[in-house]
């Protein structure tokens, strides 16, 4: 976004840090969204600690510097979309390089709202499998569309597929003497951790890996049919 649109977003953001302010007995929480491409960068503000968490750290910055601090990052990407959750309410600022604007939903409407979805995503977390670092893993393996979104009925199964990596990764120093990690996954269905763990090891671990998911089609029959017939 352009230098015009980013003064004009910290313009509209101090009214809605005025409104947190004066109503923070009633605020649950703030919210935003960069967009750059086809990619999302989100973060989410603590009232209460005055923490921010965003890109995977968590930033001690108070509510009055909230307002510069998105606005400073504004200019490197396409659009923003904030969000001051309140009881009842949620006052949205949307922003690209056109325009700036803001809007009142309440909560009832917010169900049906889709300019920000609610994903499921614990962005208090720092994710080893990162949305918008992994996309072409995760698109692939159907955790994402095309478009980049994450799908409802994979929510679950990404958070899995995230704790799994999170309980493997403190293992993988203890092969510092290896050259090569050997990993065997059997009974491996569709290989949603075969895949996860081999582009983890690679990609972010630097490691050179070598996997082997092994599954028992004629044994994985029998026991759906035998599930069939009870």
Not at 41 to 66: A, E, S, T, W
Not at 147 to 167: A, S, T
């Amino acid at each position: 976004m352009n230098k015009q649109i980013c003064e004009k977003i910290k313009f509209m953001l101090s009214a809605i840090i005025i409104r947190a302010e004066e109503n923070s007995d009633f605020i649950k929480g703030i919210d935003f969204t960069f967009k750059s491409g086809g990619k999302e960068f989100k973060g989410v503000y603590d009232i209460d600690k005055n923490m921010l968490c965003y890109n995977g750290q968590n930033l001690n910055i108070k509510l009055n510097d909230l307002r510069n601090f998105i606005a400073d990052e504004s200019i490197k990407y396409d659009s923003l979309e904030l969000r001051l959750l309140e009881r009842g309410k949620t006052t949205i600022l949307s922003a690209d390089n056109k325009n700036v604007k803001i809007k009142n939903i309440d909560e009832e409407a917010l169900e049906d709202y889709d300019g920000h979805e609610r994903t499921g995503i614990n962005l208090k977390r720092s994710y080893y499998i990162k949305i918008g670092e992994a996309d072409d893993l995760l698109k692939a393996i159907g955790i994402l569309t095309k478009d980049g979104k994450l799908k409802n009925d994979m929510i679950r199964k990404y958070n899995q597929i995230d704790h799994f990596v999170e309980l493997i990764d403190s293992y993988i120093d203890e092969f510092q003497d290896y050259d090569t990690i050997n990993v065997l996954d059997c009974a491996c269905g569709k290989s949603y951790l075969t895949f996860v763990l081999n582009y983890y090891i690679k990609e972010k671990r630097k490691r050179i890996a070598s996997l082997l998911a092994l599954i028992h089609l004629r044994l994985l029959l029998k026991i759906l049919r035998r599930l069939q017939r009870n």
